[in-house]
């Protein structure tokens, strides 16, 4: 099992990143996936979820307007739109692919807003 997250950097301020997350070695279209967060200093904190087949969205709420996930279960990956970034989003954001009780992460993949 792989998930390997990419498109993470150093935007500026009001920038916009979109991350990608490539699965691999497990059934995609049958889990639900997330994105995580974690700044240093705190804790690892849920960004989104979609569902496996992507009919249904979550958000932080905080966050909701300003990032938006989705999923291309034809490519096996997750994607999160990231717009109008703020200093506060800097972390390293994880996915995550859930189902039941299996569950399985990424490696982690940086992003830093500053100018």
């Known amino acids: 099992v792989q998930l390997v997250e990419s498109g993470g950097g150093l935007v500026q301020p009001g920038g916009s990143l979109r991350l990608s997350c490539a699965a691999s070695?497990?059934?995609?279209?049958?889990?639900?996936m997330s994105w995580y967060r974690q700044a240093p200093g705190k804790e690892r904190e849920l960004v989104a979820a979609?569902?496996?087949?992507?009919?249904?969205?979550n958000y932080a709420s905080p966050l909701k307007g300003r990032f938006t996930i989705s999923r291309d279960n034809a490519k096996n990956t997750v994607y999160l739109q990231m717009n109008s970034l703020k200093p506060e989003d800097t972390a390293v954001y994880y996915c995550?692919?859930?189902?039941?009780?299996?569950?399985?992460w990424g490696q982690g993949t940086q992003v830093t807003v500053s100018s």
């Open positions: 995550k692919a859930y189902r039941r009780s299996d569950s399985y």
């Open positions: 070695g497990f059934a995609f279209s049958s889990y639900g």
């Open positions: 979609i569902s496996s087949a992507g009919g249904s969205k």
